[in-house]
């Protein structure tokens, strides 16, 4: 019976389908997401204080504090480029560029010099 039921469960192990996307993907989107606002309102500011600043952040999430801190690494630079430099671009749409999340519900961020606010 034992036998049996090792066997079950390394059949669903072996046969059972892999996520598209993986954990990781949904976390740094999430994360993305989360901070998108702060990015847009900080785009002025150095890049060495935002990256304090978010690090300092990150440090205060249990259980993806390390995995926030690689984000910050991987993305902070591109995302604050973007914002930088466009300044109708909002911080879910650099997280979609970027990041390559999915955010659908992305709006024109209305800061300073925007037309289109």
């Not at 979609?96 to 659908?104: A, L, Q």
Request: proline share 4%.
């Amino acid at each position: 019976m034992k036998l049996l039921i090792v066997l079950a469960a390394l059949c669903a192990f072996v046969y059972a389908k892999p996520q598209e996307k993986g954990i990781g993907e949904e976390i740094e989107c999430d994360l993305c997401h989360y901070f998108g606002p702060t990015l847009e309102d900080w785009a002025d500011k150095e890049l060495s204080d935002i990256d304090n600043f978010l690090k300092d952040e990150c440090k205060l999430l249990p259980f993806i504090a390390n995995k926030c801190l690689q984000w910050v690494e991987d993305h902070l630079d591109e995302i604050v480029i973007l914002l930088k430099t466009d300044e109708c671009i909002s911080g879910c749409i650099a997280c979609n560029k970027v990041c390559g999340c999915d955010f659908t519900n992305c709006k024109p961020s209305c800061r300073k010099e925007c037309p289109s606010c």
